[in-house]
């Protein structure tokens, strides 16, 4: 499985921003698929999964309520729309995939690049 992540960049604190990851090379209805990120200097972060229609989802505490996740499985996308976000928000943003039935944070196999997004006071 290849995942491709776009959409990152910069915004102000309380703006919106889009990501989407664009998935190939498997039977995507068979993967879990979600978002994770990483601020410098500090461990990955879950930040949200959704199972292969989207209905299961999952959020990190600190992104529920303003985060949404959402797949289209016949596109083979994933997207995360952010909302009133943070400074805290910044940091570099990865799609991942498993092959599993259980929407969570554990047990990806499948990274992919990372998009940046970066979020001024």
């Known amino acids: 499985v290849q995942l491709l992540a776009s959409g990152g960049g910069l915004a102000q604190a309380g703006g919106s921003l889009n990501l989407s990851c664009a998935a190939s090379?498997?039977?995507?209805?068979?993967?879990?698929m979600g978002w994770f990120r990483q601020a410098p200097g500090k461990e990955r972060e879950f930040v949200a999964a959704a199972n292969w229609n989207g209905y299961i989802r999952d959020y990190g505490d600190s992104v529920k309520g303003r985060f949404t996740i959402s797949r289209h499985h016949t596109k083979n996308t994933m997207d995360l729309r952010m909302n009133d976000l943070r400074p805290e928000d910044t940091a570099v943003y990865y799609c991942?995939?498993?092959?599993?039935?259980?929407?969570?944070?554990?047990?990806?196999?499948?990274w992919g690049q990372g998009t940046l997004v970066t979020v001024s006071s």
């Open positions: 991942a995939a498993k092959f599993s039935k259980v929407v969570g944070k554990a047990g990806y196999d499948y």
């Open positions: 090379g498997g039977t995507l209805s068979r993967y879990i």
